[in-house]
């Protein structure tokens, strides 16, 4: 039996989204498919709030979009700023570094914590960054990044600097408006809050980043990441023509484009205050029993998923074991420094906003609750049965 996937992504789909993955052969020119293409196109620009931004679908994943923004973005030897708030602030560093930037951290003061909006001033000040890179939603620690004030301070510091925002577990789920908050690039993938399977890396680019592109000295440092080759793509299939580069994941876009049309059809604003109540609901549950968030402040923990220490006495591996024999999938710890003492639920997408699937954290409530009991937690104001 399928048991519940509430781990911070992949997340439980919809059946309409599941369907178009078990869907015939169909070519990746053919009229049909370049229309849903390019309409998944269009809606991201709305999803994203990017009027005039360059979206781009490849086949990849979330991390392929770090790629995308270290080849096209960052000439070797330039300088990138990661404002760090957990291991997804690393990766992307390290990635960024593989194509020759220059990267400085800028770490939170402690795990789960953000660091201070002055020391992003001071350090984009202190010198010339060709991008900052903010993590939205970092899903080892589950903290929240305040990506309109930071993109803010950032370019009023240093104007000329890219606001890259890695949006993985973020967008579909948290405000996100790219024009309005001056932000340059937003990664994101397909299996998290955009409600698909994994296997889409899901990028938009601003005016100024596109420009920003066509003007490096130097040609892209990748080829299969390069924006030279897939800008001409996207506005083909933008413009409903054919063309090719690299072959499409056809159903997985298939599947992208229905999961995209279900998340227009209702006001993002709507979508996003779910996504709060949803968060609000599990974090006061697991607080009520007495067990303790990751983030340091309930201010800037996300709510796409929650990070929660066990209690004392509770053996990760065994409480996990329980709840998945119960028929619910939890996420274990990430950040390599606290990974054994913490777990993750995410709650974000078609479990957070479709109103028959808001069982799914009902009943992950309750279960994790008596898993809690069975491996000797008393959980202090324990919900009530009902
Ligand atoms: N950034 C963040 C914040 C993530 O949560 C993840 C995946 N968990 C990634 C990047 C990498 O994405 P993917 O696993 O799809 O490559």
């Known amino acids: 039996a399928h048991k519940l996937c509430m781990i911070p992504g992949p997340i439980e789909f919809h ?6 993955m078990a869907t015939p052969a169909t070519s990746h020119v053919d009229p049909s498919f370049i229309g849903e293409f390019g309409a998944s196109l269009e809606m991201l620009r709305k999803i994203f709030k990017s009027a005039k931004g360059q979206p781009f679908i490849v086949a990849g994943s979330g ?33 960024l570094q593989v194509y020759g930037a220059k990267v400085t951290h800028l770490h939170a003061p402690a795990i789960g914590a953000i660091p201070a909006h002055d020391e992003v001033v001071k350090a984009v000040k202190a010198q010339k960054y060709k991008v900052v890179t903010i993590t939205h939603v970092d899903t080892s620690t589950g903290v929240l990044q305040d990506v309109k004030t930071l993109a803010k301070l950032i370019r009023d510091a ?19 408006d790219m024009d309005a908050w001056g932000v340059d690039v937003v990664l994101t993938a397909s299996q998290k809050a955009l409600g698909c399977p994994p296997g889409l890396c ?13 003007t490096r000295v130097a040609p892209p440092t990748a080829y299969y990441a390069s924006w030279a080759k897939w800008t001409p793509i996207m506005q083909a299939y933008e413009a409903r ?9 056809v159903q997985t876009i298939k599947a992208l484009h229905t999961s995209l ?48 220490y066990y209690p004392e006495g509770v053996a990760g591996p065994a409480l996990l074991g329980a709840l998945s024999g119960k028929g619910v999938v939890v996420a274990g710890g990430l950040h390599p420094k606290i990974a054994p003492t913490y777990f993750r639920i995410g709650h974000m997408g078609l479990s957070a906003t479709h109103e028959a699937e808001l069982k799914h954290i009902e009943q992950t409530l309750k279960h994790l609750e ?12 324990a919900t009530k049965a009902k």
Not at 241 to 249: D, E, H, N, V
Request: include cysteine.
């Open 202 to 214: 899901v990028v938009v680019a601003s005016e100024r980043a596109m420009q920003s592109f066509q």
């Open 158 to 176: 240093s104007p000329s600097t890219l606001v890259i925002v890695d949006g993985v577990c973020s967008v579909g789920g948290e405000d996100l």
């Open 370 to 381: 008596s898993a809690l009991r069975e491996q000797g937690f008393a959980p202090k104001n």
């Open 261 to 308: 049309q279900q998340l227009v059809a209702k006001p993002l604003a709507e979508r996003y205050a779910q996504h709060v109540r949803i968060s609000d609901h599990v974090k006061q549950t697991v607080l009520g029993w007495g067990l303790k968030l990751v983030p340091t402040d309930y201010a800037h923990a996300a709510h796409t998923l929650t990070a929660v």
């Open 15 to 20: 059946d309409d989204v599941l369907a178009q």
């Open 241 to 249: 023509k054919p063309s090719y580069f690299a072959t499409p994941a």
């Open 63 to 95: 991390t392929l979009g770090w790629d995308m923004v270290a080849a096209n973005l960052v000439e070797p030897g330039e300088n990138a700023l990661v404002v760090n708030t957990g291991l997804f602030g690393d990766r992307f560093g390290e990635c």
